[in-house]
């Protein structure tokens, strides 16, 4: 005589797989975080200590360094390397982690296999900016800062300091702009989620009846 096994139980191992499934998610993701955060500390610290002192160098040494900067444009060198190393090595250190793993030691992880998208060109474009926003921020900010002091350095009625000072004060108006917008749709794409592949989709039906 056979003895049925109650469906209780059955439920309760399904349940415990799929969460152990999730766990394993989760020290995936912090393993990633951490090593892109340890790698992104590192050279931050290294770029910006060599920043400030080529500054303090630059100041105690060369009387026309101190006459075209100011106070201000003094102190944004070795801030915007700080906050412009850090985001860069961030966010290029956890594609690669993602990519190649074993390179970081975590060969027991699966690597990413690449696989041709079929959705829209524009579901694409937003998955990318929702999956990397720095590098959003980066290719907007960089050419707008540049194009902002190109256009700046044709007032030939100002200083070069006046300049370097108006330039720096309208490119941080533009990247703060562009950094709301993009904090903006990431919290879209966080309530609406990542658009995601029709058997993504399909996979994910089923498994909600």
Not at 53 to 68: I, S
Not at 163 to 188: C, D
Request: glycine fraction near 4%.
């Amino acid at each position: 005589m056979t003895k049925d096994i109650p469906s209780s139980s059955v439920r309760f191992e399904t349940n415990t797989a799929s969460s152990n499934v999730g766990l394993g998610d989760s020290v995936r993701r912090q393993q990633v975080m951490d090593i892109s955060m340890w790698e992104a500390t590192k050279w931050t610290v290294a770029t910006t200590a060599i920043s400030a002192v080529g500054t303090v160098l630059a100041t105690y040494r060369y009387k026309n360094f101190n006459k075209f900067t100011s106070t201000s444009i003094k102190l944004a060198i070795p801030t915007m390397t700080l906050v412009g190393t850090f985001s860069f090595v961030f966010e290029t250190t956890m594609t690669d982690v993602m990519l190649n793993p074993a390179k970081y030691g975590l060969s027991n992880q699966p690597q990413i296999v690449a696989k041709v998208s079929k959705l829209p060109l524009h579901h694409r474009f937003m998955n990318y900016i929702y999956d990397h926003p720095f590098q959003m921020i980066a290719s907007l900010g960089v050419p707008l800062a540049a194009g902002i002091l190109s256009s700046q350095m044709h007032n030939t009625h100002l200083t070069l300091s006046q300049k370097i000072m108006h330039s720096r004060v309208f490119a941080q108006g533009g990247v703060l702009s562009i950094l709301l917008s993009t904090m903006a749709f990431r919290e879209y794409m966080d309530r609406r989620g990542r658009f995601k592949e029709e058997e993504d989709e399909t996979q994910y039906k089923l498994s909600a009846k």
